[in-house]
């Protein structure tokens, strides 16, 4: 089985940073994208950033500029550095990621439980 915690949630006042970290534990044998997702209450769930192994990024258009997704493929951890944050970036996030378990399996996608992040005005 494969884990996946989020951590560095908060509230925050508009204009704050927060830095989220995701930790993936278990039974890793690979990891190819990570990557971070939210979503606000009443919405979907949607892309915020990605990251591969090879360290090539991804962003929303919401986030671009503002966001920056890093990983540690020694720890298995990524990472979201949120600056200039904005009343809307309030959202649950959560951290995803595609795994192989084993030489012989495919890349499954698993997900953490979520991490609030309030941003006032």
């Known amino acids: 089985q494969v884990q996946l915690v989020e951590s560095g949630g908060g509230l925050v006042q508009a204009g704050g940073s927060l830095r989220l970290s995701c930790a993936a534990s278990g039974s890793i044998f690979s990891i190819n994208v990570m990557g971070w997702y939210r979503q606000a209450p009443g919405k979907q769930r949607e892309l915020v950033a990605t990251?591969?192994?090879?360290?090539?990024?991804n962003y929303a258009d919401s986030v671009k500029g503002r966001f920056t997704i890093s990983r540690d493929n020694a720890k298995n951890t990524v990472y979201l550095q949120m600056n200039s944050l904005k009343p809307e970036d309030t959202a649950v996030y959560y951290c995803?990621?595609?795994?192989?378990?084993?030489?012989?399996?495919?890349?499954?996608?698993?997900w953490g439980k979520g991490t609030q992040v309030t941003v006032s005005s």
């Open positions: 995803a990621a595609e795994v192989k378990t084993g030489w012989f399996t495919k890349y499954e996608n698993y």
């Open positions: 990251i591969t192994s090879s360290i090539n990024t």
